[in-house]
Structures are given as C-alpha cells and as structure tokens.
C-alpha cells in the first residue's frame, strides 16, 4: 500500500547514506521522505532504499513504482 502514513510528530529529517543491506546516518533525525508518495518514513521503520540513487522508499510497491519511473 503505497499510500500509507505514519503519525510523526518529530520535525527533524534524518540524512541518510545508503549501501547494501544497511544504512549510515549522516544527520540524526526521526524520519526520512519517500521518494515516491512523500510520505515520512520513520527511520526505524525503513526497509526500503535505492543505493544507486541514494533514495527511501516506504514499502516495496513504492520502490517498484520509483524504479520503474528512473528505467
């Protein structure tokens, strides 16, 4: 479900830099944004990255939907 939201409050956006199977935090912060549907993604939560194009997704059809739009 690409439009699903989460309740986060927090204001700060982390920066994160993405590799293969994990993620460094660059910025602290409680979310990051989808690139797809915008929607915050709490860090906790993410499971979803493009390494190649240093970009969150919030569920596997959005990073599906955001590889489709850069092929």
Known sequence: MIGKAKNITDNQEAKLKYSDGEFDV????QY???????NKISV????YWSVERQEP????EAALAGYKENS
């Open 26 to 29: 660059l910025v602290d912060g």
């Open 57 to 60: 997704y919030e569920s596997a």
């Open 32 to 38: 990051v944004v989808c690139a797809v549907t915008g």
């Open 44 to 47: 906790s939560d993410l499971k």
